[in-house]
């Protein structure tokens, strides 16, 4: 489904370019933990 959504998101854009999906799980997942968010718990 990922795969899906990105290939959308380049024709919507009209973006040609490969995607990592991992390298892109990664960076998700790094900026979901390392932001700082105040008001959470």
């Known amino acids: 489904m990922l795969d899906e959504w990105i290939t959308a998101v380049k024709d919507e854009l009209g973006i ?22 105040p008001a959470a718990p």
């Open 16 to 37: 040609e370019l490969d995607v990592d999906t991992g390298v892109l799980l990664d960076l998700a997942r790094d900026a979901a933990h390392n932001v700082a968010r």
